[in-house]
């Protein structure tokens, strides 16, 4: 088993990602279909001045947005078609199991084969699940719905059990979470149960941290840097990170399409981009409860509302760059699994879009209370889950749990 778990983490390090988070449903909270997501996946493998490739998504779930039953997302038969690389999210929170996602999976194994387990790169089992029920979380969200890790580590055992011999059997686990739920030691288990790290980092909900644009870059590597030390040597993979272009000033944090171009520029381009798999939040906005938007385009056109070129100097300080090379285990560049966001129709609980909100504080079922660069828009999911709870709740028994909206 140790030796597995070794292969797996190599897997998790062996290639740099590129892409988006993407949700099942659209800002009206209708469900997205394969045609909506092919043209995410056609205009980010288009971008005018992108530093890379984008063709990589994550997803928050296995299950078709509303389907009353385990319908795979229309997402699969979109990335087979437009050949992008999918990390698969199964939602986790407010569920006493994960048996609708594994079935969902089962059936896409089934229906598309290798043209679909050939695409898939990783595979996080919940998504800011600590966050929601740490001190932080609950403050932001009393209602928020999230997991233990002896719950995580359960679903962890449940999903390696299902597809134990199968090809979706030799694809790396990981667990999404926001920094500080990394570094809070109730959490440890999970971290052993896993063979990469997922992270969220939103400097922009940093308060009282000096949030402003300036320092952006800063407040991204320390909490960058405490996570990587926090694993274990574990692959370390950046699943949501950006810079809303509108909306409300957060403390010092000022959005606006110049900010979001700086912090691209200065996160994205400095520390990430062809270094760190990396997941950007995000491509398009989905998130009708959030009033920071995070969209670096507009009604999907390839021609961003910023350049995305990469300029050739930084105003970040240099020795803030320095744990580039220590995210993934042996201390080479740092590449990992990330797992798009998506909505879905959980059992009780669906991930729905990718998250975008604040997150202040430490995940984890105890601890101090600390500012987290998660998005509390999204409450660590929590978003999703709340407004996808009522109307999935009435559809399909689900909770849309947008783990980025949390109220930071």
């Known amino acids: 088993m140790a030796a597995a778990a070794s292969i797996l983490a190599a897997g998790a390090s062996a290639q740099n990602y590129l892409g988006f988070n993407s949700g099942a449903t659209l800002a009206d909270r209708s469900a997205k279909f394969k045609a909506d997501f092919k043209a995410e996946f056609t205009t980010a493998q288009n971008l005018e001045g992108a530093p890379g490739n984008f063709n990589a998504v994550r997803l928050y779930t296995n299950i078709q947005a509303y389907a009353q039953d385990d319908t795979p997302i229309e997402a699969f038969e979109a990335a087979i078609e437009t050949n992008t690389s999918l990390l698969l999210g199964v939602w986790a929170s407010g569920t006493d199991n994960i048996d ?9 194994v089934t229906t598309f084969g290798t043209k679909f387990t050939d695409r898939v790169i990783g595979i996080s089992i919940g998504s800011e699940d600590l966050y929601r029920i740490s001190v932080t979380g609950l403050k932001n969200d009393p209602k928020g719905v999230g997991a233990s890790p002896d719950v995580l580590v359960s679903f962890i055992n449940d999903f390696k059990k299902a597809f134990s011999g ?35 980092e939103y400097p922009y909900y940093e308060n009282g941290k000096g949030n402003d644009i300036s320092n952006a870059g800063v407040l991204f590597d320390k909490a960058y840097d405490a996570t990587v030390g926090a694993v274990g040597g574990k692959p370390v993979w950046v699943t949501e990170t950006g810079w809303p272009y509108v909306g409300e000033n957060w403390d010092k944090a000022v959005p606006s399409v110049s900010n979001a171009q700086k912090y691209w520029q200065e996160v994205g381009c400095r520390k990430l981009f062809n270094k760190v798999p990396t997941f950007w939040y995000n491509l398009r906005d989905s998130n ?121």
């Open 100 to 108: 609708r996602e594994i079935a969902a999976l089962k059936r896409a």
């Open 166 to 200: 199968t090809a979706l059997g030799k694809i790396p686990v990981g667990h999404v979470d926001t920094w500080d739920s990394w570094t809070n030691g109730t959490n440890k288990a999970v971290i052993d149960a896993i063979d990469w790290v997922g992270v969220d």
């Open 288 to 408: 009708p409860d959030n009033t920071m938007k995070f969209a670096i385009t507009k009604n999907l056109s390839t021609k961003p509302m910023f350049d995305l070129t990469c300029p050739t100097t930084f105003d970040t300080p240099s020795a803030s760059a320095s744990s580039t090379s220590t995210a993934t285990a042996g201390g080479s560049s740092s590449t990992g699994v990330s797992a798009p966001s998506s909505t879905s129709t959980g059992t009780t609980t669906t991930g729905t879009d990718s998250g975008t909100g604040t997150t202040t504080g430490n995940t984890g079922t105890a601890g101090t209370t600390t500012s987290s660069s998660a998005n509390p828009a999204k409450t660590g999911g929590a978003e999703l889950s709340k407004t996808f709870s009522a109307s999935l709740a009435l559809l399909a028994g689900a909770v849309w749990s947008f783990a980025w909206l949390r109220s930071h």
